[in-house]
Structure formats: C-alpha cells, structure tokens
C-alpha cells in the first residue's frame, strides 16, 4: 500500500529512465536522484524516489525504451502498468473495479466505489483491515491521483478507454490488458 506517496510521476520517471539507461543499475538511479535534489529533501525524497524506483523496475528494457521515447499517452499506460504490477491492491482494483464498471456501462467512478472494494478486501485482510481511515482516505485520494494522470479516468472521475498504439500493445503481456479499460484481451484491442 506504498503508493501513498504521490501520483504517476510522468516527468520524473522518464528521467529516471534516461538516467539508467546511463548508469545501468537501479540503486545507482535512485541515489543520484535522491542526491540530486530533483524531489525534496530528507525522507520524503528517499521514500518518493524508492517507490518511483521500485515501478520502473517492474517494467522490461523495451518498456524502459518507450517509456523515454514513447508519446506522452504510452509513457502514461506504461506508468499505469508498473504500478498495477507493482501494488497488487491497485491491480485488482483495475481489474475488479476500472474494467467490470466500463463493461457494464457504469463508467463513473466515485470515492465510494473505492470505499466499497477496499471494505471487501479488509474482510478477507487483517493488514487492510488494520489501516486507519486516514490512510484509507489518502491511498483513496492518491489513487485517483495516478488514474487522472494516467488517463484512466477523466477529470470528472468517468472511466475511459484505453487506447493503445502498435508498439506499446507489443510489449504488454495479454494478462495485464485486463488493467486497462476498454482493452479486450482476446484481441488486444479496445
């Protein structure tokens, strides 16, 4: 449940990218982002950066390569799936939530939607179960965070589809289109 810490960190996370494409080792990445003073100071920073780290590891060479080179939308489905891959909460949310509404036409989405999956998942889940309801609400608010950056919901909080070129639909493995609304994945395609 560390993807508390901030939204999809678009920007920063190309950087990041470049940067190992340079020094060829993560931990090497993640000091000299934290040394650089590219996020704030002291533990926030570190934590930022390791949670950041920690997503682009998720992701394959050729994904890294677009991540660098890729439009702003396959860098933003790219960053979705490393953090789907990275917290497995918000893989099931995707899953669970983003694409059973969007197949039903129930395309908005709201704090209580969040709200009731996470109360499902606390019942089977004593470590859920056991988180205050700050933290409840501000996982609530970060996620929605990284959805509208993500493109995976709208401003007004409504479902989109994804859509996805040739070169990214290549890289992703047919199990992981179920994070993606709209993506059919017999096909690949929305």
Request: overall charge neutral; glycine content about 4%.
């Amino acid at each position: 449940m560390s993807f508390a810490v901030g939204g999809l960190f678009r920007n920063e996370s190309v950087e990041a990218a470049r940067l190992y494409q340079q020094l060829k080792y993560w931990d090497a990445v993640r000091e000299e982002l934290v040394g650089s003073g590219t996020f704030r100071t002291g533990s926030s920073a570190k934590r930022t950066v390791r949670e950041m780290v920690d997503r682009l590891r998720a992701l394959s060479g050729e994904e890294t390569d677009l991540l660098i080179e890729g439009t702003p939308q396959e860098q933003a489905v790219l960053l979705w799936l490393a953090v789907c891959r990275t917290y497995r909460f918000v893989a099931e949310f995707a899953t669970e939530m983003l694409r059973e509404r969007f197949l039903s036409f129930r395309v908005d989405l709201d704090y209580a939607a969040f709200d009731a999956f996470f109360e499902a998942k606390a019942e089977w889940n004593s470590e859920l179960a056991a988180i205050r309801p700050s933290t409840r609400a501000k996982l609530r608010q970060v996620l929605f965070r990284i959805m509208r950056e993500a493109d995976i919901i709208s401003p007004s909080d409504e479902i989109r589809r994804t859509l996805l070129t040739p070169r990214l639909q290549s890289l992703i493995a047919p199990a992981e289109l179920r994070w993606l609304p709209g993506v059919d994945e017999r096909a690949g395609v929305a």
